[in-house]
């Protein structure tokens, strides 16, 4: 009796998880197809997709295969250095380890709005290409995630693998292809994938530093969303804006997923 | 597939004020031959095969195989492949794909790879595993695709780091005899490290005690067991008898008599040794007994047991208690009286003082060498 009533409360805690996450996306979704909403109706008055016409027309297109370069970049630039990073500070090499750890940690607390004021005047001074700035901040302000993600990785990855993988004949090299990247997989999944939200949601950093003449999805969103009488253009870049993402974690969990198939 | 291996005054030391983990130890592995060391835990037997491999640099000494000088070779150029306790199966592969891993990074295609980790396999007897994931595998299953793929890599020298103490004992009776059948087949030169002395003495054609880094003695273990160097040895191989009294003139004073040492032994001080299986019990006024006791204490091993006998309870020097270990036989009930009977070439003098020990005891048993040659 107690046992079926906590399945029951278990479930209807799940649910109502679920509809907390869910909930804020129907009014997106149905913006998305509406072609006039007015305020009392529950539903939209006529349906259409000129929403996402807005959008393209805005230049939707372009911005989104910018931010997809831009996370993407900033994944390929933020997961190695966070695996160096982790891996130095899982050894027990490292002296100080708590204080390399609290100033890798730091751009978590750092607000992004600061140091994008200060590097902005640095980086114009050393002449660096605003495009060139936005990457090199955002791999500072993605590290933090890779760095933690990999270092509990490197924490519990065996080192006698590399051993075992060396006396058989493995170069330090073959070891890290062969041995070590495969077996780390979930973890290197998930640290570029946060990497890679570090870059496509950024907004601070893109405008301040980028000079608004790096447009990208979270850019348009904002430009689009600042105007009045427009909800299905911004609720169809918003929908652009959170589906790739998504996609994506799914593709995480997979690996993550398979990776935990084959290991013990 | 078989090197002849040799360490010379192989030392590890972490920093310079630090005893050393490891002490100029010299060793010889003849081609072909299988050469256990036994040590406890932190006697510095793991750091041992890993300066071999050359997973770890020595502060001194070198690695010297087929007489190449091995210094500054990384370990994946060295030909040499390690078992370790754990198996450490790579779990992204599968069975085959793990035992395949040495020719892979050799270059090998994948298709030719995988089918000499079938013989391999077959070889381990583990035939139709090819394909089976490696958490799927029992512990026994396991270490045996760890030794095929280690085999698989002909190395010149196949390294064991205690590869069967993590499996019961009627497993690591399996693996012996599979280790047994493989170096028939194969003759691979083996260095292996073990903390049990039935381990070595099943695994080893000769054995080396190393305790706090250092090598107190090597040889067949037949010698090690009746002609142990130090008392150190004689615990390691797990001697329970140890008698202390005085040697004058070849013979051995104590509780027990005087008993006569077939080995030359210094005059002085000195701890009478015994194996518990050379000892034997007899009638109390047996002709041939060395000693009338009493039982003190028995327990039970299986069908065998360890019978306590103290002797000279009413003599002027302090009693001694003998050990032995008997088979399956009539009881010997506490407080019964009986003989002890120490055969005469089972005996051996150590020195009591664990410092003194290994000086004297070298000489013992060089000076014994003399005596058989």
Known sequence: MTRSAGRVAAGLGRLLLAAWFVLPLVPLVLWGVADRWSAPAVLPQEWGLSGAEDALAQGAGPALARSVGLGGLVAVLATPLGALAGRALASRHLPAPAVVGAVLLSPLVVPPFVVAMGFDVLLLRLGIPAGAGVVLLLTVAALPYTTYVLRTAYGAYDPGFDDEARTLGASPRQVLHRVQVPLLAPALAAAAFLAFLVGWSDYVVTVLVGGGRLVTLPLLVASAASAVGNEAQVAALSLLTVLPPVALLLTVAGIGRRARQVLP | ?373
């Open chain 2, 1 to 373: 597939m078989n090197g002849h291996l040799r360490l010379e005054g192989l030392t590890l030391r972490y920093g310079p004020r630090q005893e050393p983990a490891l002490a100029d130890v010299d060793l010889d592995v003849v081609a072909g031959s299988s050469v256990a060391i036994l040590g406890p835990s932190g006697s510095g037997k793991s750091t041992l095969l890993r300066l071999t491999a050359g997973l770890e640099e020595p502060t001194a000494g070198t690695v010297v195989l087929d007489g190449v000088d091995l210094s500054g070779t990384a370990a994946e150029k060295r030909g040499m492949a390690m078992v370790f306790q754990r198996p450490l199966l790579f779990p992204h592969l599968d069975v085959a794909d793990n035992v395949a891993f040495a020719d892979r990074v050799r270059g090998v295609s994948r298709r030719a790879a995988r089918r000499r980790a079938r013989e391999f396999l077959d070889l381990v007897q583990l035939p139709g595993f090819d394909r089976r994931a490696p958490r799927s595998l029992s512990g026994g299953q396991e270490q045996r695709v760890a030794l095929a793929r280690a085999l698989a890599a002909e190395p010149r020298v196949l390294l064991l780091d205690e590869p069967f103490s993590a499996l019961d004992t009627g497993l690591r009776e399996e693996m012996y005899e599979l280790l047994d059948e493989l170096r028939l087949r194969l003759a691979p030169t083996v260095l292996l490290v073990t903390h049990d002395h039935r381990e070595a003495d099943a695994l080893g054609d000769t054995v080396a005690v190393l305790d706090g880094g250092r090598l107190l003695q090597s040889g067949p273990m037949r010698r090690l067991y009746t002609r142990p160097v130090s008392l150190a040895v004689s615990r390691l191989l797990g001697g329970r008898n140890e008698i202390a009294g005085q040697v004058r003139d070849g013979w051995h004073h104590s509780a027990l008599g005087a008993l006569r040492v077939t080995t030359p032994v210094a005059n002085g001080p000195g701890v009478l040794v015994v194996r518990q299986e050379a000892v034997q019990l007899t009638a109390p006024d047996a002709v041939d007994a060395d000693a009338p006791g009493t039982v003190v204490r028995v327990r039970r091993r299986g069908p065998r047991a360890l019978i306590t006998v103290e002797v000279g309870e009413r003599g002027p020097v302090p009693p001694a208690r003998v050990t032995a270990e008997l088979g399956p036989g009539p009881a010997l009930p506490v407080g019964r009286d009986v003989g002890v009977l120490l055969p005469v070439e089972e005996l051996a003098v150590v020195a009591a003082d664990p410092d003194a020990a290994m000086h004297q005891a070298t000489e013992v048993v060089e000076s014994a060498d003399d005596g058989q040659r």
